[in-house]
T-cell receptor, first 113, second 108 residues
Framework: EAGVTQSPTHLIKTRGQQATLRCSPI?????VYWYQQALGLGLQFLLW???????NRGNFPPRFSGRQFPNYSSELNVNALELEDSALYLC????????????FGSGTRLTVV | TQLLEQSPQFLSIQEGENLTVYCNSS?????LQWYRQEPGEGPVLLVT?????EVKKLKRLTFQFGDARKDSSLHITAAQPGDTGLYLC????????FGKGTMLLVSP
């Protein structure tokens, strides 16, 4: 069974640009979660999608947004990139409302220069 | 805001030693999870504890959830170099609150 897959593995962007990160959950999982892991800050919850709807949002500005597609894959968009957005962005999936037992992907390393 | 404090932040030990890492909060959590993360990879779930006072064992790893469901510990017996990694505790049900982790280095 394929795990959670994220693309691209690495992404380098210039300040002010937009970044798009993609995530494919484990087959059968309907919930997708996005987390940011920045140096010194630990993992911080960004967004939760389930059945195509945004269910919860962490303490991040509106320029962090995303969506979930009918096949449950998800996209995270970061607009107007800032240097401090440089981080590892992790996607996790789980069965609907079974919050524990999240399976994480290997992440996208975003570097803003 | 629920916070999880992990200690120690960094631990360097020799192969064969025992160790305990801690995860503490002032808030009650419905469940706590422990993950291990290796460089360049996402966290891998080790265990979920749900009931206060619960103890779970995973080979040489023993996980305990505090009676009040505010704290947890991870004990490793006879550590091996393969145990090296960042150990993270996380609390919550759907959206998780993570501690900053304990970086464990086990030297041969």
């Amino acid at each position: 069974e394929a795990g959670v897959t994220q693309s691209p593995t690495h992404l380098i962007k210039t300040r002010g640009q937009q970044a798009t990160l993609r995530c494919s959950p484990i087959s059968g999982h309907t919930s997708v979660y996005w987390y940011q892991q920045a140096l010194g800050l630990g993992l911080q919850f960004l967004l939760w999608y389930d059945e195509g709807e945004e269910r919860n949002r962490g303490n991040f500005p509106p320029r962090f947004s995303g969506r979930q597609f009918p096949n449950y894959s998800s996209e995270l968009n970061v607009n107007a990139l800032e240097l401090e957005d440089s981080a590892l962005y992790l996607c996790a999936s789980s069965l609907v409302l079974q919050g524990w037992g999240n399976t994480f992907g290997s992440g996208t390393r975003l570097t803003v220069v | 805001t629920q916070l999880l404090e992990q200690s120690p932040q960094f631990l360097s030990i020799q192969e064969g030693e025992n160790l305990t890492v801690y995860c503490n909060s002032s808030s009650v959590f419905s469940s706590l999870q422990w993950y291990r993360q290796e460089p360049g990879e996402g966290p891998v779930l080790l265990v979920t504890v749900v009931t206060g006072g619960e103890v779970k064992k995973l080979k040489r790893l023993t996980f305990q959830f505090g009676d009040a469901r505010k704290d947890s510990s991870l004990h490793i017996t006879a550590a091996q170099p393969g145990d090296t990694g960042l150990y993270l505790c996380a609390g919550g049900y759907s959206t998780l609150t993570f501690g900053k982790g304990t970086m464990l280095l086990v030297s041969p």
